[in-house]
Each structure stands twice: as C-alpha cells, then as structure tokens.
C-alpha cells in the first residue's frame, strides 16, 4: 500500500475516533423544559391532593370542581408571581454586578487586568502566558465585560433573564399539571370520579418522574416510582384528613 494511501486512511481513522469522542453536554444549570416539567409536577401533585381531600369529605361534584378550579388558578398564580419577583431579584442583582465591573474596568483597567491575569494563571496557564492574555481581552471593552462577568461572577451578561417569559412559563406548566386530576370531575362524580383522579394522578407523576430521569440521566423506574410514592403520600395523607373532616363536620 502507498504512503499517501496509508496516510488517508489513518486520517480517516482520526478523524472516526474524533467525531466518536466529542459529545454534546447536557444543559445542567435548568432550562425551559425542566423547568416546566418541574411545574407541571407541582400543579399535578398538589391539586390531585386537593381534589381527593375535598371529595373525601364533600363528594358533591360542584364542590370538588369549584375546589379543583380554585386551586388551580391559585396555585398557578402563586407559582408565576413567586418566579417573577425571584427572577426580577436575580436580574436585577446581576445588572448591579455588571454596571459595578463596567466601572471598575473603566477606572482600574490595570488592576482588572491583574485580576484577570491572576484568574488565567489559577487555570494553569504561566505568568507571562496569562499576562498577554489578559492584555489582550482588555483591548474591547465590550469583551472585557462578558469575560470578567464569565470569569468573576459566573453570568452571562446577554442572559441575565426574562421574569415574564419565566412567569408565564410557570403559570402554563402548572395549571397543566393541576388539570389532570380535576378533569374526570367535569364528567362524573362520587367514587368513580375520585379513582380517575388518583390514577390520573399516579400515570402522570411516573411519566414526570421518566421525564426527569432522562434530564439527570438516572433509573427511570426509580426515578418514576419515587414521583409516585411522594404523590402516595400527599393524596393519602389529604385523603385521610378529608375524611375525618367530613364525618367530623
């Protein structure tokens, strides 16, 4: 075999075990979709506790639904204003951040850049190695900035957030998940309607609990039968309360 054809076929097998090695991370820090699989597992379990709470002790379908619908809509509202002050606060904190280093670069450039050599030669690069680097970020302000923010408080300055995308997203998923249970009330009542709802309940918490198990890369059956036991317990334990409650009132 020639010494070219040899060549082209050990670059071949290069560049086979290179595409083989290079993999896409996960995103771990959050993201849409599991946010919203997070909240469609809130509405579910706390609604479908609610509901068969209710009907333990008022098996009148009206009042189930009014119940179901209530909490529901507060739920879902709680859980959109809880995430917009919490991602106003965190927007607000990280432009404060920013606008604090845009003025430090600004009036202590060299001392940004020795901060910023220092962090480099922490990474393993040598003193002039992380010198040069750092003299060379700090020749655009606008990079400067993103690298400190990156380097120095862990953000991205063009994402710091939307609290109305994110609270909108939060009402949506959990009124999803409080839904569920609350559905076969529009269409039945009494014994039937409360064991749609507690199986409703239980499929829909072992397809959240596969769901996370394919984020976090986990057992889906035991990530799905511990979705399933916590909402056991919820609905037994608002069960049982509710039962007492009516025979009591």
């Known amino acids: ?23 896409r991370h996960r995103d771990v820090t959050g993201g849409t979709a599991r946010a919203t699989v997070f909240g469609i597992s809130d509405g579910l379990v706390s609604n479908v506790a609610l509901i068969l709470g209710v009907a333990a002790a008022e098996s009148q379908r009206s009042n189930v639904v009014v119940a179901g619908v209530a909490g529901l809509l507060a739920g879902a509202a709680s859980m959109a204003a809880g995430e917009y002050v919490s991602m106003k606060a965190q927007s607000e904190l990280v432009e404060r ?3 604090i280093e845009r003025r430090s670069l600004e009036h202590q450039p060299a001392a940004e850049t020795r901060e910023l050599a220092a962090i480099y030669r922490q990474r393993g690069l040598d003193a002039t190695q992380a010198q040069e680097m750092a003299e060379a970020v700090m020749v655009d ?9 990156r380097e120095e408080l862990g953000v991205n300055p063009d994402d710091t957030g939307n ?11 959990f009124a999803i998940g409080a839904l569920i249970p609350l559905m076969p009330w529009f269409f039945a009542e009494g014994t039937g309607a409360i064991l749609a709802s507690a199986i409703l309940g239980l499929v829909s918490a072992a397809t959240v609990g596969a769901v ?6 986990r057992s889906i059956f035991r990530t799905a039968l511990r979705q399933v036991t916590w909402a056991v317990v919820a609905c037994s334990a608002t069960f ?9 009132l």
């Open 212 to 217: 996370l198990a394919r984020f976090t890369e």
């Open 1 to 23: 075999m020639s010494d070219g054809v040899l060549e082209h076929a050990h670059d071949h097998e290069g560049e086979h075990h290179h595409r083989h090695m290079v993999h």
């Open 141 to 149: 302000p606008e990079v400067a900035l993103e690298v400190h923010a």
């Open 97 to 99: 951040e920013l606008a």
């Open 240 to 248: 049982g309360i509710g039962t007492w409650l009516g025979t009591a």
């Open 163 to 173: 609290p109305v995308a994110a609270a909108l997203s939060s009402f949506v998923a």
